[in-house]
């Protein structure tokens, strides 16, 4: 089984929908992380959080919430979809080693998003 | 201006080749700079880090440039395996992880 779990791994949906995309972690991380990838773009940090208490805005989080519901859950929420929010989205993972981020991500596979 | 650039490609190479990436970052307290592999429709993963003194894993070697706030990754006599989008990472303070946005590499026979 994937240590980086995210559901759904494809969803189509329409304008004005609220969409939630789950990711769960196996790895005992207590950072976690949503991106966005678009072509040309690569990957934009929407939100990231270090711990349950812990919620940070990234570079692009407008449109966009997340709920950190446990250590091992994050949540992307977007409250009324958009089609420029149709791209893949990545959770990910990461860990401290001696204090300081190793700077290796664990990733979900990914979950594809289009918003007609 | 994005955080960190790369020149997107893609880089067409013959097996055999060796071949240049190169990454600018804008932010000069940045602390730790990282190279990630993605495979088409796949996630990333780590390639390599990138230390000061520059650091090499078999035909891989990674520089960083303090000064001219640049990171580079060479990939010596390269394999059609190597066919992949190389992604430049920098972590800033806060504990973000900045990515560029992927040089693609084709590897041709």
């Known amino acids: 089984d994937a240590d980086v779990t995210q559901t759904p791994r494809n969803r189509i949906t329409k304008t004005g929908k609220r969409i939630m995309l789950e990711c769960s972690q196996t790895?005992?991380?207590?950072?976690m992380y949503w991106y966005r990838q678009d072509p040309g773009l690569g990957l934009r940090l929407i939100y990231y959080?270090?711990?349950?208490?812990?919620?940070n805005k990234g570079e692009i989080s407008d449109g966009y919430s997340v709920s950190r519901q446990a250590q091992a859950k994050f949540s992307l929420s977007l409250e009324s979809a958009i089609p420029n929010q149709t791209a893949l989205y990545f959770c990910?993972?990461?860990?401290?080693?001696?204090?300081?981020?190793?700077?290796?991500?664990?990733f979900g596979e990914g979950s594809r998003l289009t918003v007609l | 201006r994005k955080e960190v650039e790369q020149d997107p490609g893609p880089f067409n190479v013959p097996e055999g080749a060796t071949v240049a990436f190169n990454c600018t970052y804008s932010n000069s307290a940045s602390q730790s700079f990282f190279w990630y592999r993605q495979d088409c429709r796949k996630e990333p993963k780590l390639l390599m880090s990138?230390?000061?003194s520059g650091n090499e894993d078999g035909r891989f070697t990674a520089q960083l440039n303090r000064a001219s706030q640049y990171i580079s990754l060479l990939i010596r006599d390269s394999k059609l395996s190597d066919s992949a989008t190389y992604l430049c990472?920098?972590?800033?303070?806060?504990?973000?992880?900045?990515f560029g946005q992927g040089t693609e590499l084709s590897v041709k026979p």
């Open positions: 990138v230390y000061s």
């Open positions: 790895k005992g991380h207590d950072r």
């Open positions: 990910a993972t990461s860990d401290l080693a001696g204090g300081a981020n190793t700077g290796e991500l664990f």
């Open positions: 959080s270090f711990d349950v208490k812990d919620i």
């Open positions: 990472v920098v972590y800033n303070q806060g504990g973000k992880l900045i």
